[in-house]
Nanobody, 127 residues
Framework: QVQLVESGGGLVQAGGSLRLSCAASGRTFNMYAMGWFRQAPGKERELVAAISRSGGRTYYADSVKGRFTISRDNAKNTVYLLMNSLKPEDTAVYYC????????????????????WGQGTQVTVSP
């Protein structure tokens, strides 16, 4: 089992940057593929980015490609989401999620496949 705690959210002007962090408990962080999701008011939770256990493979939603970067540091049990060129439509609660996988290179995309979730961190982008 793993517990996830997000941090780094806040209020930023359009065009600005934020880096979200998700710290995981336990000693088996490198057994989990990770994902960052977001949910805006009145909208469904959507996948923003995902990364394999090894960090060698990543996935990005079209809406964030070229602006967001997901990375992980398995020695620190942490996954990051660097968000550049933020837009008001990026405003949402951002969640990290973890799913144990046998394959070190697989990227997990469906939300229903993730077993563990953090509590979320609010990101607000002002015009």
């Amino acid at each position: 089992q793993v517990q996830l705690v997000e941090s780094g959210g806040g209020l930023v002007q359009a065009g600005g940057s934020l880096r979200l962090s998700c710290a995981a408990s336990g000693r088996t962080f490198n057994m989990y593929a990770m994902g960052w999701f977001r949910q805006a008011p009145g909208k469904e939770r959507e996948l923003v980015a995902a990364i394999s256990r090894s960090g060698g493979r990543t996935y990005y939603a079209d809406s964030v490609k070229g602006r967001f970067t997901i990375s992980r540091d398995n020695a620190k049990n942490t996954v990051y989401l660097l968000m550049n060129s933020l837009k008001p439509e990026d405003t949402a609660v951002y969640y990290c999620a973890a799913e144990a996988t046998m394959d070190r290179q697989v990227v997990v995309t469906p939300p229903r496949h993730y077993d563990y979730w953090g509590q979320g961190t609010q990101v607000t982008v002002s015009p």
